[in-house]
């Protein structure tokens, strides 16, 4: 025990020295990060089984009142009778490599998991925390290990390590399959295999430069919904 105070006494030390937070949940100290986020999506599940429901498409373009950053832009649906029981994708893996994580953006789906692996060569250890719609701290792991976590509410979550105060990432948690990622270099989304019904479609921005969309939509069967969505300040 008196070996694990010490190390721990050193390294709050070198973090000082560093002038880098270090994680409440090891070592008692405060996050020295507070973020902005879009707050929790209230969702419901619904009695739609996406397997075996009856589809439709979306697709459409997004219009800037003014230019637009050079990021990307999220497309998403909430269903008006609930999201319905989907299947979920495969964890996303995020590598720490560097001190960086990489992917630093990404979107997933209500339920996905991320798993964080500590790829250092060097004895580098890491530490991961949420704030957002999910507030965890995974501990600090050490190079080779790695930390996992599902992701049960949707909204923004942004991601830091309480040891290297410049390195974070950005996730975004959509409600459910039915979401298309709008890379910074493109207008134009479309949303594929979406069970037939009415949906509010919404749009989340990695930073907020316009007032985020909400518009009322129908999804056919076997037909494809094109609507035009303007974001404005």
Request: with cysteine.
């Amino acid at each position: 025990m008196q070996r694990k105070l010490a190390a721990a006494s050193l390294l709050v030390a070198a973090a000082a020295a560093l002038g880098v937070a270090v994680s409440p949940a090891v070592y008692g100290q405060p996050h020295a990060v507070k973020a902005t986020y879009t707050q929790v999506i209230e969702t419901s599940q619904g009695a739609t089984a996406w397997k075996d429901a009856d589809k439709g498409d979306l697709s459409g373009n997004i219009k800037f009142s003014a230019k637009r950053p050079s990021q990307p832009v999220v497309v998403y649906l909430v269903a008006d009778d609930g999201e319905g029981a989907f299947d979920v994708p495969a964890a996303m893996k995020v590598k720490q490599k560097g001190a960086k994580f990489e992917p630093s953006f990404g979107v997933l789906v209500r339920g996905q998991k991320a798993e964080f692996v500590n790829d250092e060569g060097a004895e580098i250890d890491h530490n991961v925390y949420f704030l957002g719609a999910a507030e965890v701290d995974l501990g600090i792991f050490q190079p080779g290990a790695t930390a996992e976590h599902e992701f049960t509410k949707a909204g923004e979550v942004s991601v830091h390590c309480s040891i290297h105060k410049l390195m974070d990432a950005k996730l975004f948690i959509a409600p459910s399959p039915a979401f298309a990622n709008v890379p910074a270099d493109d207008n134009a989304f479309s949303i594929k295999g979406v069970p037939v019904g009415k949906y509010t479609l919404k749009t989340w921005q990695k930073s907020k430069r316009f007032k985020d969309a909400e518009v009322k939509v129908e999804v056919k069967k076997g037909e494809t919904t094109k609507i035009d969505v303007e974001m404005t300040r």
